[in-house]
């Protein structure tokens, strides 16, 4: 279109600014521009003709928009911008020799520019130009795979996808500050010194035996000191069956960010009337710990994987300690009922405590490195590490402390059951068929549920009553 070309070059001279998207610009391989395709001749003659530079300019992410679920409420698609140096028109050269000239300065700045990128931001090739066909194919399946599934599975993707999407809200109120990758950096490196039995060891002149109390609430001084005070203070309700101290009991260690209590307590109940004590542990940041201002939960898994860790850390910690003080006043026998992040934890307990009667994990978070960077609920906190530049090498470093994938249980494996949701995107049922393999000995249960549920606690203690505890 010559008009278009007349415009352009009249607004150039009289000093505005013309933005070119040249063909190829987002394409994907070789054909694109940022692996050196060659370019067209449009940019370098309107800026022969007009006598002005051109600046260069890579923006990386944009295909993304192509799918749908980019435009999602609630879902912010990242995109990088990078500026190079102007290029001039070489006023000097002949017209074909000039745009030659443009042409080459141009290819290598587009090239260095998205290298540049790749570099500070750390992308992943998920990060890089995809093919139309690609970005829409991702959605196009999906969209059109409810109609073909069951009420209950449409019902749990919805479920877990607006959990995951109100988990990704509040992880967006923690960001991380310019030094967290050096941090990261000494804490990993002085972890590697050691075991999970150093790490989860209860401190020598510390137990809580002396200190939870007879009443119904149990609480002690956590052994891991934090900067909230509020969860600073141990906690566990303590459910008391006819046989007081001396029963079996089983140990709740509920889901991340649980949202009442409410339902634990009516289990229970029901272990009580089995000849169960039952002990609901407020897990690290929840219920009863949590700090003013916060949401139960909110500050157990973030951004700052440190205080994840650490977090971990004193949750194994202090049901290691109740188990010491419960064994001092009689109970002999002990079970772990862990959900999500209490399963987490509870698989964590496992590889350090090998009394235990049962381990029934439900939906329990065992892959890290898929929890971290693949996660539908991790998504705020993946753009926030790659913007620290803390890179899946580093995180690694830690899984022989924090990943049950990467350990044994201490226990035998015929007393842990391992319980996925078959629509499960959180904690994948692969992952849980993966670890049951590497555990030996161990159960996987299957149901038909997503990540949040409660199906799936039902179901688990028919199965437990089944194997008789």
Same mark, same amino acid.
């Given at each position: 279109?010559? =008009?278009?070309?007349?415009?352009?070059?009249?607004?150039?001279?009289?000093?505005?600014?013309?933005?070119?998207?040249?063909?190829?610009?987002?394409?994907?391989?070789?054909?694109?521009?940022?692996?050196?395709?060659?370019?067209?001749?449009?940019?370098?003659?309107?800026?022969?003709?007009?006598?002005?530079?051109?600046?260069?300019?890579?923006?990386?992410?944009?295909?993304?928009?192509?799918? =749908?679920?980019?435009?999602?409420?609630?879902?912010?698609?990242?995109?990088?911008?990078?500026?190079?140096?102007?290029?001039?028109?070489?006023?000097?050269?002949? =017209?074909? &020799?000039?745009?030659?000239?443009?042409?080459?300065?141009?290819?290598?700045?587009?090239?260095?520019?998205?290298?540049?990128?790749?570099?500070?931001?750390?992308?992943?090739?998920?990060?890089?130009?995809?093919?139309?066909?690609?970005?829409?194919?991702?959605?196009?399946?999906?969209?059109?795979?409810?109609?073909?599934?069951?009420?209950?599975?449409?019902?749990?993707?919805?479920?877990?996808?607006?959990?995951?999407?109100?988990?990704?809200?509040?992880?967006?109120?923690?960001?991380?500050?310019?030094?967290?990758?050096?941090?990261?950096?000494?804490?990993?490196?002085?972890?590697?010194?050691?075991?999970?039995?150093?790490?989860?060891?209860?401190?020598?002149?510390?137990?809580?035996?002396?200190?939870?109390?007879?009443?119904?609430?149990?609480?002690? @001084?956590?052994?891991?000191?934090?900067?909230?005070?509020?969860?600073?203070?141990?906690?566990?309700?303590?459910?008391?069956?006819?046989?007081?101290?001396?029963?079996?009991?089983?140990?709740?260690? #509920?889901?991340?960010?649980?949202?009442?209590?409410?339902?634990?307590?009516?289990?229970?109940?029901?272990?009580?009337?089995?000849?169960?004590?039952?002990?609901?542990?407020?897990?690290?940041?929840?219920?009863?710990?949590? @700090?003013?201002?916060?949401?139960?939960?909110?500050?157990?898994?973030?951004?700052?994987?440190?205080?994840?860790?650490?977090?971990?850390?004193?949750?194994?910690?202090?049901?290691?300690?109740?188990?010491?003080?419960?064994?001092?006043?009689?109970?002999?026998?002990?079970?772990?009922?862990?959900?999500?992040? /209490?399963?987490?934890? /509870?698989?964590?307990?496992?590889?350090?405590?090998?009394?235990?009667?049962?381990?029934?994990?439900?939906?329990?978070?065992?892959?890290?490195?898929? &929890?971290?960077?693949?996660?539908?609920?991790?998504?705020?906190?993946?753009?926030?590490?790659?913007?620290?530049?803390?890179?899946?090498?580093?995180?690694?470093?830690?899984?022989?402390?924090?990943?049950?994938? #990467?350990?044994?249980?201490?226990?035998?494996?015929?007393?842990?059951?391992?319980?996925?949701?078959?629509?499960?995107?959180?904690?994948?049922?692969?992952?849980?068929?993966?670890?049951?393999? =590497?555990?030996?000995?161990?159960?996987?249960?299957?149901?038909?549920?997503?990540?949040?549920?409660?199906?799936?606690?039902?179901?688990?203690?028919?199965?437990?009553?089944?194997?008789?505890?």
């Amino acid at each position: 279109d010559r =008009k278009t070309i007349r415009t352009a070059i009249q607004r150039l001279k009289q000093g505005r600014i013309i933005g070119l998207f040249p063909e190829g610009g987002i394409r994907d391989g070789p054909r694109s521009l940022l692996e050196g395709a060659p370019l067209r001749a449009g940019a370098s003659t309107l800026a022969h003709l007009s006598g002005v530079p051109i600046l260069p300019c890579v923006i990386v992410g944009s295909d993304r928009l192509y799918s =749908k679920k980019s435009w999602l409420p609630l879902r912010r698609t990242p995109i990088w911008i990078a500026f190079g140096n102007p290029i001039p028109h070489f006023p000097n050269l002949e =017209k074909s &020799a000039a745009r030659a000239c443009i042409d080459r300065e141009l290819a290598a700045a587009f090239k260095i520019l998205s290298a540049e990128l790749r570099e500070e931001f750390s992308l992943t090739s998920d990060d890089l130009p995809h093919p139309p066909r690609e970005r829409i194919a991702s959605d196009a399946p999906k969209s059109l795979r409810p109609f073909g599934r069951p009420l209950r599975h449409v019902a749990a993707i919805s479920v877990d996808s607006l959990m995951c999407a109100s988990m990704n809200l509040v992880q967006s109120r923690h960001r991380l500050h310019a030094r967290s990758r050096d941090e990261m950096e000494r804490y990993v490196t002085e972890c590697e010194k050691l075991t999970a039995h150093d790490f989860y060891a209860v401190p020598r002149n510390g137990g809580a035996a002396t200190e939870i109390g007879n009443g119904e609430m149990l609480t002690w @001084p956590s052994p891991i000191i934090t900067k909230f005070p509020a969860n600073n203070i141990a906690r566990a309700d303590f459910f008391r069956c006819t046989r007081d101290w001396s029963a079996p009991t089983v140990l709740m260690l #509920h889901a991340l960010m649980s949202a009442t209590h409410i339902g634990y307590r009516r289990w229970a109940a029901h272990f009580n009337g089995l000849g169960w004590n039952a002990c609901f542990v407020h897990l690290p940041y929840h219920y009863s710990r949590v @700090p003013r201002g916060y949401w139960n939960g909110e500050l157990a898994i973030t951004a700052d994987l440190i205080r994840n860790a650490e977090g971990l850390r004193q949750g194994v910690i202090e049901v290691r300690q109740l188990i010491a003080a419960l064994r001092d006043r009689g109970c002999r026998e002990f079970g772990v009922l862990g959900t999500s992040y /209490g399963g987490w934890i /509870g698989a964590l307990l496992a590889m350090v405590e090998q009394d235990l009667r049962f381990v029934a994990l439900m939906a329990p978070i065992v892959n890290v490195e898929h &929890a971290i960077w693949e996660s539908p609920g991790t998504h705020f906190m993946r753009r926030e590490l790659r913007r620290a530049n803390i890179e899946p090498s580093l995180v690694a470093r830690h899984f022989h402390l924090s990943s049950p994938m #990467h350990n044994q249980p201490l226990c035998t494996g015929d007393r842990v059951l391992f319980v996925a949701g078959e629509f499960d995107s959180i904690a994948r049922p692969a992952d849980l068929e993966t670890i049951q393999q =590497k555990w030996s000995g161990s159960e996987l249960l299957r149901v038909r549920q997503g990540h949040f549920g409660y199906r799936m606690f039902r179901e688990t203690i028919t199965r437990l009553k089944e194997r008789g505890f």
